[in-house]
């Protein structure tokens, strides 16, 4: 699913910057190997250095990169002036203002992603657009092949869209139990 939406071919270079015992190191493995595109691999020590980093997302040209809101903005505070050729995919926290602002001007495209571990990586996957980083919060949302998202309520109801609840998660990339 995640080679359709975000999208992901075999021309593409994904750089895996993931400690390999955290689960979205997967995606950042095995996903491009599945469509025939390029892992590119650094040390553990590339992380604590950003400014070596935006020399490596140049130099190697990195088409595809995913990262927690934390680092995107330690990256960017680092000086870092973008690339008009880089996906970005951020997750693992809330995506809240300034930052989508800041990396829709510096990236090709930038995705939301959403998905505690029990539901194998990422559960959604969302384009950021403008709006979204107008609004100051931008939203979870759209579906991966073989997912469902419900909100409820506390006696398990589904709720109108805008109406605070609880996240449910369901379908054959979640975890059994």
Not at 6 to 22: E, H, N, Q, V, Y
Not at 36 to 62: N, S
Not at 108 to 131: C, D, F, H
Request: glycine share 10%; net charge negative.
């Amino acid at each position: 699913s995640m080679a359709n939406v975000p999208g992901l071919t075999s021309g593409d270079r994904m750089l895996a910057i993931t400690t390999p015992t955290f689960d979205i190191s997967i995606l950042e493995m095995l996903l491009p190997l599945s469509v025939g595109a390029t892992v590119i691999l650094y040390g553990q020590d590339l992380l604590l250095a950003p400014v070596r980093l935006a020399q490596v997302l140049a130099d190697d040209r990195i088409s595809h990169m995913q990262a927690t809101p934390a680092y995107w903005r330690m990256l960017l505070d680092s000086g870092w002036q973008g690339s008009a050729t880089l996906t970005g995919l951020c997750g693992g926290e809330a995506l809240d203002a300034p930052l989508p602002r800041r990396l829709l001007e510096r990236t090709k495209i930038l995705w939301n992603v959403y998905g505690p571990t029990e539901a194998t990586i990422w559960a959604s996957a969302l384009q950021v657009m403008p709006r979204h980083a107008e609004s100051g919060k931008v939203p979870i949302g759209g579906l991966l092949d073989n997912t469902h998202l419900h909100v409820l309520d506390a006696y398990l109801e589904p709720l109108p869209r805008g109406i605070p609840g609880e996240l449910y998660i369901g379908g054959a990339g979640l975890r059994p139990g």
